[in-house]
């Protein structure tokens, strides 16, 4: 992997071709706000707070950091009034979805950005999808998974899978931003396996 | 059946079906797309072959269902060869006359033929009726000719002679550059530059490469790939053939939704009868090139129109789109180099090869060449398909070829591009019809769905029926898409019923620059645009829907009310006996009055005042007035009083 150079908010920054703005930023320490982002998983793109702008020639354009991939000379800021407020947006229409999730109110404060903006619909996931993509990609069960589309988008255990699987794992819990992983973890398992065979007694 | 094994042998195969039908032999064509199999055609094939039979002339006359000519409005559609006498809206019952008649005799029957609204003027022939001779029809023209599920008909009509010409006497390079110089552009929606496309693959590492039809069609009213696809499948399979020669792929899909059934089955039997010929498959046309096509069954998702999550759908996961900072030419299925094009761009292929470059871009504007598909739906006269050259004006299409709005009502808008496009005013009628041009008025070509508006539709409800469209169909992966989305929905709603506030439409506007800039595929990053070039042209109509409560189109049905102008009302009873709430009261010489309360706001009581009364108004954003007094409903007669 050939090294090269660019620019982050006007510091000179080292690079291997093929990494991403993301990576790179973090290793040269410049904080760029995620969600969906997790180093063990592949890019997703989804909840687009990485946003950041690309400056070149006059004209800049902007593109999420956790995809986009370096280049010689790439001249990039992280936040700029524009970056800002699409990330406050952002944070706003999620809050209106998990307004205790702690990572969001962090986030909120650091952007200005109003929890009570929209109408509240607590479904308290945020639909990041990082359950769903370590149970596929890491542990390679598929034991969640999102279920419809659009504004009907939701993540479900698979009760057939998860009822072997789950309760030796449960790694998934400490990914959620919010509490609604687990809280839809026992909701299927009382609904679906309530008296798992597989399960030994002592998890209860 | 024969393998065809060089061009020349295709030549002979096309002169052997030629010297079989003899030049003027008479034949009957009956539309059997699916808007005129709806309307009973397959019923007027069945009494064509059965009445031929009756009168004896089995031997004499062929009948064929064929592709869809587009003019839907009239359907069926059936025209007599070789004199081309077109009739419509023809039924069964007619079928004898039409046999002894024209076929016998070789008279037309007056009764079937177009009428001219204006002049009253009737048109024998199909090229004389102003639907068909304001457009040109270099891509449909053939589909009333085809039956097509007959691989001999598309060879009738010079089928595959482009492949041969590029197999036999072209090298890729020049097939590449043949297309380039057209100046192409892709028909489904971005207008990308399909010769650039398909050096960028050709160019890019990587085997396999692949070669994909997108027949994903799925804005709402647009229905130009699914008939040229019924219509004239070969066509679609010799411009893939021909991009895949060039750019070095061996292995093709056709990724067609499921909903389009007939397409499937056309296809289907199209690339079967394709490989029974040697025009697909392994050393096609004796020249050593191998080719095969795959047809995929979309699972109905709009968003798999978009190419990387048509990809993703290909490769047999969920149909959603990945990002992609590298083209899917470069980077596609399976992260090969794919190049990925529209159903009317492959179409396109063929006809470049055989007129070259140069009188294919005859017609068009600078930058925008070659004819286009419109679906033209909504408030217009002729509702069918259209194929016009670029560059002509909207107003031409609306009125010359559309033969403008039913009913005397005046024209308001079109919307085109489907969800991603927008409305153009009244003052844009004579825009040049082009992909920078519309983009520029704030719209966009699409893959060619136009929709005509009246004066009785509201912008406002407009951009909030496509946001309804969007948020169904967005596949819920990025933010800005399903969460603003759903909030400009949720807006836009509250306009409607009359619920907007101040600061709304700077909401919207912040909603929409989110998922302009920061959506994860073009489908989010389009998403507001109905909503913009409504914002943008008809800007006072939002106004009037928040500040005063009221829609100018007199159409929301919160906003409005109907009332009954005791002046006017003669006591006739019509709309109390048809109100379906029981909302009106009144009696014989007892002025009518509607209450308002049990009033459902369905018109019926509009309809049917008679117009010598018009007593029924339609009010918005005023106060409808009190009911007058008992005492003063009755109506006194002047003959009673006598």
């Given at each position: ?204 | ?26 034949s009957v064509s009956v539309c059997a797309g699916t808007g005129c199999l709806a309307?009973?055609a397959s019923?007027v094939i ?17 009948t064929k269902g064929t592709g869809c000519p587009g003019f839907c409005?009239?359907g069926p559609v059936v025209v007599?060869y070789?004199?081309?006498?077109c ?39 199909e ?5 068909y001779?304001?457009q040109?029809r270099n891509l449909i023209g053939n589909n009333i000719k085809i039956d097509p599920k007959s691989i001999d008909d598309y060879l009738a009509l010079?089928g ?55 027949a ?7 229905f130009m790939d699914r008939a040229l696809l019924e219509g004239n499948p070969h066509s679609v399979l010799e ?17 067609v939704?499921?909903?389009y059934p007939l397409a499937v089955e056309n296809v289907?039997i199209a690339?079967?009868q ?69 159903v009317e761009?492959?179409a ?25 598909i419109?679906s ?8 069918g398909l259209v194929e ?255």
């Open positions: 992997m050939s090294e090269l150079l660019l620019t982050i908010d006007g510091k000179e920054v080292k690079a291997s071709e093929g990494m991403t703005i993301l990576q790179s930023a973090q290793r040269a320490g410049i904080p760029i706000p995620t969600l969906c982002h997790h180093e063990k998983l592949e890019p997703y793109g989804a909840c687009r707070i990485c946003i950041v702008e690309l400056e070149s020639q006059g004209w800049t354009k902007l593109v999420v950091s956790c995809l986009y991939p370096v280049e010689k000379n790439l001249v990039v800021k992280t936040r700029s009034e524009k970056v800002d407020r699409i990330r406050r947006t952002i944070l706003e229409l999620q809050l209106a979805h998990a307004p205790e999730s702690l990572p969001l109110q962090a986030l909120a404060k650091e952007y200005g950005a109003d929890r009570d903006r929209f109408e509240k619909e607590p479904s308290f996931c945020i639909l990041c999808g990082l359950c769903v993509r370590h149970c596929t990609e890491v542990k390679k069960k598929n034991a969640i998974a999102f279920v419809d589309r659009g504004t009907r988008r939701e993540i479900s255990f698979i009760p057939e899978i998860a009822s072997r699987e789950c309760w030796k794992c449960k790694e998934c819990f400490s990914l959620c931003p919010t509490s609604y992983l687990q809280a839809a973890y026992f909701l299927t398992k009382g609904l679906a396996f309530p008296s798992s065979s597989s399960e030994p007694a002592s998890e209860e | 059946m024969a393998r065809i094994n060089s061009s020349v042998e295709l030549e002979k195969a096309r002169q052997n079906i030629l010297s079989r039908r003899g030049p003027n032999q008479a309307s009973g019923q069945d009494a064509f072959t059965a009445e031929i039979e009756k009168q004896g002339l089995t031997m004499a006359v062929s409005e009239r007599i070789p004199e081309e006498i009739y419509l809206q023809v039924s069964p019952e007619d079928v004898p006359e039409i046999v002894s008649k024209t076929l016998k005799e070789k008279k037309v029957v007056d009764r079937l033929l177009y009428v001219d609204a204006v002049t009253g003027e009737k048109a024998a022939r090229s004389d009726i102003p639907f001779k304001h040109v010079g595959y002679s482009a492949l041969a010409k590029v197999l036999s006497r072209m090298l890729p390079e020049q097939v590449l550059e043949e297309i380039t110089k057209s100046n192409l552009r892709g028909r489904g929606g971005g207008g990308f530059p399909t010769g650039r496309k398909w050096a960028e693959s050709r160019n890019a590492p990587g085997d396999p490469k692949y070669v994909i039809v997108n994903d069609e799925g804005d709402p009213g647009a411009g893939l053939i021909i991009g895949a020669y060039t750019i070095g792929s061996h292995e093709g899909y056709i990724y939704r499921q909903e289907t690339i079967r394709a490989e029974e010929r040697a025009l697909l498959g392994k050393n096609i046309l004796g020249s050593g090139f191998d080719f095969t096509i795959k047809v995929h069954k979309g699972a109905g998702a709009f968003v798999c129109g978009e190419s990387s999550a048509l990809m993703t759908a290909l490769e047999g996961r969920a149909g959603e789109p990945r990002p992609k900072y590298i083209h899917t030419a470069v980077k596609g299925v399976w992260d090969k180099p794919s190049v990925l094009n529209n761009t492959w396109n292929v063929p006809l470049i090869i055989n007129l070259g470059a140069e009188r294919f871009a005859k017609y068009g504007t600078e930058r925008s060449k070659g004819t286009k419109f033209l739906v909504g408030k217009i006269t002729n509702t016009v050259p670029m560059g002509i004006t909207l107003r031409d299409i609306i009125f010359k070829v559309g033969g403008g709005i039913p009913g005397g009502k005046r024209f308001k808008a079109v919307q085109t591009g489907g969800p991603s496009g927008g409305c153009l005013p009244e003052e844009l009628l004579d825009l040049e019809v082009g992909f920078d041009e519309l983009t520029r008025a704030g719209s966009m070509m699409g893959s060619g769905g136009m929709i005509v508006m009246d004066e009785d539709t509201c912008m406002v409800d407009v951009a909030r029926y496509f946001l309804e469209f969007l948020t169904d169909e967005s596949c819920g992966k990025c933010v800005p898409c399903r969460e603003g989305i759903r909030q400009m929905l949720k807006t836009l709603t509250n306009i409607t019923r009359g619920k907007g506030k101040d600061g709304d439409i700077e909401l919207l506007e912040q909603l929409a620059e989110v998922a302009g800039e920061a959506a994860l595929c073009a489908l989010g990053r389009s998403a507001p645009n109905p909503f913009l070039s409504t914002l943008k042209y008809f800007r006072t109509e939002y106004e009037a829907h928040i500040k005063e409560k009221r829609c100018p189109a007199l159409s929301c049905k919160d906003l409005i009310a109907f009332y009954i102008d005791p002046e006017k009302c003669q006591a006739c009873m019509a709309c109390v006996r048809k109100c379906p709430a029981e909302a009106i009261s009144g009696g014989k010489n007892r002025r009518h009055v509607i209450d308002q309360e049990k009033c459902t706001k369905c018109g019926t009581c509009l309809q049917v005042c008679p117009p010598r009364f018009r007593a029924v108004k339609k009010i918005s954003g005023e106060p409808v007035p009190p009911p007058v007094s008992e005492e003063a409903r009755t109506i006194v007669r002047k003959s009673k009083e006598t």
